[in-house]
């Protein structure tokens, strides 16, 4: 049975003014969110502007993040697109690159049928030992995947889990319900966690998790617990930052949170901008929120 941990932050990518990517700063960055409490870390996501990334740039970071952070935390890393072949090429590169599980997402622009999907993952799957963690983001994809086929997706051996963003409670409860043993879910949206965990998801792929990782794991060990009460308190003392990290297309404020906290995250690849650019008057709120709240990262 894989378990990649609670809570895996979807990290950051750095890059510097030039737009290239700062390897060393996202070194340093991940170390950092281990060391704020995070369980491991998702490399090449939504929220590490992966489309942004050539294959050269995703192997190279994948290898350089899990030489960082060794058996400190895992790392499970980005290497599906709409392009099959090359999501392909980069499923199958990952194993060299020390990873310990590759993030396999419902293709975007595609469109397919669930039919597709299930073919797609069947494939992907298969060409790799590596485990699988599914991920379900039709805000971003434009696709549902159903329960029913994440269901049939999840009888593959090493498709162990699913990060879930699709916010349909009752889908998500559905899938864990009918999971097969040794398959997980973890939600994909923080202001979820509390929710889904109560009704039995394993976990969250969390974007709060850059600043706030261990508040996040106390309201999850309030729930292992069976003190629901407390762990609702924590849910709603979270909840504004929760929704305020997601005012502007993520990642834009959680990078600039990070930035603010005074770790050096970089800048952004076009299209993303700053925060500043995007939305003066939201990173003005976004900063009243941000103030109410300890930082769990620390600058070194």
Known sequence: MT?????????????????????AKARKLASALIAAGNDGLVIGGTTGEAPSLNNDEKLRLFTEIKDEIG????????????????????TKAAEATGADGVLLTVPAYNKPPQEGLVQYFRALAGSTALPCLLYNVPSRTALNMTAETTLRVAEIDNVVGVKEASSDATQITMVVDGAPDGFRVWSGNDDETFPLMAAGAHGIVSVAGHIVSKQIQTMIGLILEGDIEAAATEHRRLLPLFKAIFWVTNPIPIKYAVNRTGFDAGVHRLPMVSMEEADAAAKQRLDEVLDRYDMDLTVN
């Not at 378990?3 to 990518?13: K, S």
């Not at 980005?78 to 090359?86: E, L, Q, R």
């Open 3 to 23: 378990d990649f941990g609670r809570v895996l932050t979807a990290m950051i990518t750095p890059f510097d003014e030039d737009g290239s990517l700062n390897y």
């Open 71 to 90: 058996d400190s935390g895992s790392v499970v890393v980005g290497t599906s697109d709409n392009n099959f072949p090359n999501s392909m090429v980069l």
